[in-house]
């Protein structure tokens, strides 16, 4: 693939800032069409939808400070020189052409676009018809910041396919397609994975674990909860099923404060058997699925646990391996617990809604990978990159 220096890459870029800012009307004016076409009931993804200025302000932020990162590609990771004098240099390199299916969001046409291409990446994207007009408006913007830079819209593209479309173009790419990167719910996931031919990285689905332990800081606890359940509802990072320690002080009263609180914040709650008999009113659930789920809604699963033991294996298990906390003032549970539950970002006394590149210091992120190849946790500007060995010898063969 070719390299594109460092300056070009910048100044398409600051094009694309300018660019952004020129033509909000046009990008309001697209996005009012999504919004007036979209079906409410389903609030998470109307959230997720809607651009105002301050989402096109946020828009030119992620651009800024992307620019403002350091190159990642052709970065040395290691030098060395064997006994024969062979010389052997490994560098950071493009991945190739990156490909992101995603659903609503169009500031992810942002996001991802300028992460790809400052990576030196080509990338396709595939987003949700619900924000067809939207995008396909930032991709006009895209296409004039490349131009302006003398390079080819090829960098930069919207594929305009239907599902049916979608799915034999990830069984038969019309052209090579290095990494997919499906972000959404699990339903967008097990279609990509069922269907594609090259490497995925998994992304998007949350029900993130909250447990709280038999010391925990009553107090902590309801603040976190609250922050991490209804802070944004609609992102991966939001909480899902909190587990509480049946040896906590005050159990069941604390159960009861628990359920005012949250139902002054008009949240739903589902409960199991052990709960169900303390909060009574609450509806109970009604199978296993619901442990596997991710609501992405005003609801919240509250159940007893054991110990730290019972907690940690019930969330090693239904979890989306994204986030988990655990809410205790003992410093060496809090290390058994981040050490042994297998998820991407492991908490300490602190809400999930955490779990974001802006929050962890990575800047604008791809995705929130949940899986263990090659990355876990935010996808940032260093993390879209693969690598290449440089082997320099002067005749020699291997005997």
């Known amino acids: 693939m070719k390299l594109i220096d460092t300056d070009i890459k910048n100044n398409v870029l600051q094009s694309m800032m300018n660019i952004l800012d020129k033509e909000r009307h046009a990008i309001l004016e697209a996005n009012q069409k999504d ?31 992307v620019r403002a990162q350091e190159d990642p590609v052709g970065k040395e990771i290691s030098d060395l020189t064997l006994d024969s004098g062979l010389k052997i240099i490994n560098k950071t390199a493009p991945f190739g052409t990156i490909m ?5 969001r169009p500031d992810v046409t942002i996001e991802a676009a300028v992460l790809a291409f400052k990576a030196n990446n080509k990338i396709l994207l595939k987003g949700g018809k619900e924000a067809l007009n939207s995008n396909l408006t930032l991709e006009k913007c895209w296409h004039e910041a490349l131009a302006e830079n003398g390079l080819s819209k090829d960098w930069i593209k919207l594929l305009h396919l239907k599902r049916e479309e979608t799915q034999e173009f990830l069984k038969n790419p019309t052209e090579k397609i290095d990494l997919i990167v499906p972000r959404g719910g699990e339903r967008l996931i097990k279609f990509v994975k069922d269907h594609a031919t090259c490497a995925v990285l998994i992304s998007g689905r949350g029900n993130n674990f909250l447990y709280v332990a038999k010391d925990a800081d009553w ?27 049946k040896n906590i002080p005050n159990y069941e009263h604390k159960l009861k404060e628990l359920q005012t609180v949250l139902k002054s914040l008009k949240v739903e709650l589902l409960v199991d058997t052990k709960v169900g008999k303390i909060l009574t009113e609450e509806p109970q659930i009604e199978n296993e699925d619901t442990w596997y789920e991710e609501y992405l809604a005003m609801k919240l699963l509250v ?15 239904y979890s989306g391996g994204h986030s988990a906390v655990i809410l205790t003032e003992n410093k060496a549970l809090a290390q058994k617990f981040m050490e042994q539950v297998d998820s991407a970002a492991v908490y300490h006394n602190a809400s999930t809604r955490f779990t974001d590149g802006g929050q962890m210091g990575v800047g604008a992120e791809l995705a929130i990978s949940t899986d263990k190849l090659h990355h876990r946790g935010p996808l940032g500007l260093k993390q879209l990159v693969t690598n290449k060995y440089y082997v320099f010898g002067d005749g020699h063969v291997r005997v």
């Open 35 to 65: 919004l007036d076409a979209f079906d409410r009931d389903d609030q998470a993804l109307y959230d997720r939808l809607v651009v105002d200025d301050s989402k096109i302000d946020g828009m030119i932020t992620a651009i800024k400070q």
């Open 100 to 104: 992101i299916i995603y659903e609503s």
């Open 303 to 317: 159940a007893e646990t054991d110990n730290e033991d019972s907690a940690i294996d019930m969330i090693n298990k």
């Open 219 to 245: 107090e902590k606890a309801i603040k976190v909860i609250v922050n991490a359940k209804t802070d944004k509802i609609s992102g991966c990072n939001a909480l899902d099923k909190v587990l509480i320690d």
